[in-house]
């Protein structure tokens, strides 16, 4: 099974300001036949499911604002939020979808510092 | 977007079975337009993906709970059904169902559309 691990646990950020959170999986998600990496992000607010931001590493999901951008290949992804909003407090995923089961990372709490 | 309900016990007795429906709208679950999983999250914790079936009616379930696991459809009624046996404190979550759109995406574990969760509690 492929394992997920996110850093950090938390982070408090300041209005305006850039968020990064890390994602690494204990084996590549690159799948190279489609030359894509099966990597997505969710954002999931307090009573809330989760929300899908971000497939295929990098592509945004319908609606989802343009200062959420995934990057990353094989084994090492990252999720920035350009300048953080009060309305993205929240805890992300990470989740492979490359193979099953498709497991989530442990979550990254955001937080207005 | 389909719109997805969960429904079913949110009490269930250790060692019983554990049964919860999802009830989907804006779209036939017959038509094969999407992956229908199950996912869990216990209280602070990371969600953890139960499985899945297709129209077809095949399936795959997360080998951490194969064996006590099984998915269904009822296509007449256009809902999709999860049981889990002889379970413990540790099977306490909130549940939700999801799809994956199969025609667009093509992958059964991108999940774009969530129900809102039922928390299902283990206890006697």
């Known amino acids: 099974d492929i394992v997920m691990a996110q850093s950090p646990d938390s982070l408090a950020v300041s209005l305006g300001e850039r968020a990064t959170i890390s994602c690494k999986s204990s084996q590549s998600v690159f799948y190279s036949s489609k030359n894509k990496n099966y990597l997505a992000w969710y954002q999931q607010k307090p009573g809330q499911s989760p929300k899908l931001l971000i497939y295929w590493a990098s592509t945004r999901e319908s609606g989802v604002p343009d200062r959420f951008s995934g990057s990353g290949s094989g084994t090492d992804f990252t999720l920035t939020i350009s300048s953080l909003q009060a309305e993205d407090v929240a805890i992300y995923y990470c989740?492979?979808?490359?193979?099953?089961?498709?497991?989530f990372g442990p979550g990254t709490r955001v937080e207005i510092k | 977007q389909v719109q997805l309900q969960e429904s079913g016990p949110r009490l269930v007795k250790p060692s019983q079975t554990l049964s919860l429906t999802c009830t989907v709208s804006g779209g036939a679950i017959s038509s094969g337009g999407y992956f229908w999983s199950w996912i869990r999250q216990p209280a602070g914790k990371a969600p953890e993906w139960i499985g899945r079936i297709y129209n077809s009616g095949s399936t795959s379930y997360n080998p951490s709970l194969e064996g006590r696991v099984s998915m269904s459809l009822d296509t007449s009624r256009n809902r999709f059904s999860l049981t889990i046996d002889s379970v413990t404190a540790a099977d306490t979550a909130v549940y939700f169902c999801?799809?994956?759109?199969?025609?667009?995406?093509?992958?059964?574990?991108?999940?774009?559309?969530w129900g809102q969760g039922t928390l299902v509690t283990v206890s006697s």
């Open positions: 989740q492979q979808y490359f193979g099953s089961p498709f497991a």
């Open positions: 999801a799809g994956a759109p199969a025609l667009t995406l093509g992958e059964p574990g991108l999940l774009t559309a």
